[in-house]
């Protein structure tokens, strides 16, 4: 059984962003799947390598979206992707200097990431593009 699963009230555009999320599901889904078989710490600093390019990717993506789309929070949005990028560096350097509690960590940060962020504050970027798209068909129609 997944450790965490995707669910409709994550949807932010129906395109990259939510691929990019879905790939942070199965991520999770992984290292969970091999902390449990006693694997964690043999994936962990491969995985947690591969997070950190992805999510950095992710987020450059995404506030460049929010930035074409003027969606008025970005600054702060952006502060959160930056705290988050910085715990992933955090339990890099954890791994790094030989913590064996790094998978577990890494598994409840990304569970609360995925869970908390994405259910919130990119929430409210898919309001804002949601109200934006309906402004702009009803700009269209009266141009007609």
Do not use: C
Request: cysteine-free; proline content about 1%; charged content about 30%.
């Amino acid at each position: 059984m997944a450790y965490f699963v995707w669910a409709d009230d994550m949807v932010i555009d129906n395109g990259l962003i939510d691929e990019d999320h879905r790939k942070l599901v199965e991520q999770v889904n992984t290292l969970h799947t091999a902390t449990t078989e006693g694997r964690g710490n043999e994936i962990v600093a491969t995985l947690l390598a591969q997070i950190i390019a992805d999510t950095a990717e992710h987020l450059r993506h995404e506030e460049h979206e929010m930035g074409l789309a003027h969606f008025p929070d970005l600054e702060r949005h952006k502060d959160t992707h930056q705290l988050f990028l910085n715990q992933l560096y955090q339990l890099q350097k954890k791994h790094q200097s030989g913590s064996i509690t790094v998978a577990s960590e890494l598994s409840t940060a990304l569970r609360d990431w995925l869970s908390l962020h994405i259910r919130r504050n990119d929430k409210e970027l898919r309001i804002f593009l949601e109200k934006k798209r309906r402004t702009d068909r009803a700009l269209v129609r009266a141009l007609k």
